[in-house]
């Protein structure tokens, strides 16, 4: 179950990225955080919004039906992957960067690095 979306009119079928993206340039630009928001500092902000993530796993290794099941747990990760995403769109905001034209052309290359016809078997290199 996720408990997050049971009960929210807000989910990722209404939001574009673009909606996204200009509630985090409001948020930071009513609050006069632009001067901190640099690529520098959104970088580290991402790798360290990333190390509390894996801070919930340290020490205990929860499985996935645990995570889906309960809710304390569920609502810590949600909220680190909020983090994460948050200085994500801010970073996009700061380099003027097109997130799905980004993802559309990672995925290209993904699909070329990682083709089917030696990947669709389910085994994993490293290429
Ligand atoms: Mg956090």
Same mark, same amino acid.
């Given at each position: 179950?996720?408990?997050? $979306? !049971?009960? *929210?009119?807000?989910?990722?079928? &209404?939001?574009?990225?673009? +909606?996204?993206?200009?509630?985090? =340039?409001?948020?930071?630009?009513?609050?006069?955080?632009?001067?901190?928001?640099?690529?520098?500092?959104?970088?580290?902000?991402?790798?360290?919004?990333?190390?509390?993530?894996?801070?919930?796993?340290?020490? $205990? !290794?929860? *499985?996935?039906?645990?995570?889906? &099941?309960?809710?304390?747990? +569920?609502?810590?990760?949600?909220? =680190?992957?909020?983090?994460?995403?948050?200085?994500?769109?801010?970073?996009?905001?700061?380099?003027?960067?097109?997130?799905?034209?980004?993802?559309?052309?990672?995925?290209?290359?993904?699909?070329?690095?990682?083709?089917?016809?030696?990947?669709?078997?389910?085994?994993?290199?490293?290429?």
């Amino acid at each position: 179950m996720n408990f997050e $979306k !049971s009960n *929210s009119i807000f989910n990722d079928s &209404n939001q574009t990225i673009s +909606f996204l993206k200009k509630e985090v =340039e409001k948020f930071v630009k009513d609050r006069k955080w632009n001067k901190y928001h640099t690529p520098k500092e959104l970088a580290q902000a991402i790798s360290i919004e990333s190390a509390e993530l894996l801070e919930l796993f340290l020490f $205990k !290794s929860p *499985s996935l039906e645990e995570i889906l &099941n309960n809710p304390n747990i +569920f609502s810590n990760i949600s909220e =680190e992957f909020a983090d994460i995403f948050i200085y994500l769109l801010s970073f996009a905001n700061a380099i003027n960067l097109d997130l799905s034209y980004a993802f559309q052309k990672k995925m290209e290359k993904n699909r070329k690095k990682y083709p089917l016809s030696e990947f669709s078997n389910g085994t994993y290199k490293k290429k």
